[in-house]
Nanobody, 120 residues
Framework: QLQASGGGLVQAGGSLRLSCAAS????????MGWFRQAPGSEREFVAY????????YYADSVKGRATISRDNIKNTLYLHMNNLKPEDTAVYYC???????????????WGKGTLVTVSS
């Protein structure tokens, strides 16, 4: 089971760190990803990280402003974002799968999302 947390209301230009804690299993067996869904929009890819944390990849929309990381000992995935923009407002979801992908349909395991609201 995955549970995302750390969302909230942030002013534009601010930063935050999202966490995704896993229970009932170990994330070290899985590649992990972050996705987000804004109101009225489809879920979109944000970033992924490979099992050992060696490979990372970011959507162009967050590249240079986001850092995905993981602590396999703490069984937790992170997403640090800075220079937040109003268009970053969305519900953020973490996901896990044995495949490394930017496609949401490729991920078998999903956590409940956490809402990030960026005010202008």
């Amino acid at each position: 089971q995955l549970q995302a947390s750390g969302g909230g209301l942030v002013q534009a230009g601010g930063s935050l760190r999202l966490s995704c804690a896993a229970s009932g299993g170990t994330i070290s067996s899985y590649h992990m990803g972050w996705f987000r869904q804004a109101p009225g929009s489809e879920r979109e890819f944000v970033a992924y990280i490979s099992r050992a944390g060696i490979r990372t990849y970011y959507a162009d929309s967050v590249k240079g402003r986001a850092t995905i990381s993981r602590d396999n000992i703490k069984n937790t995935l992170y997403l640090h974002m800075n220079n937040l923009k109003p268009e970053d407002t969305a519900v953020y979801y973490c996901a896990a799968d044995e495949l490394l992908s930017t496609e949401s349909h490729a991920y078998d395991y999903w956590g409940k999302g956490t809402l990030v609201t960026v005010s202008s």
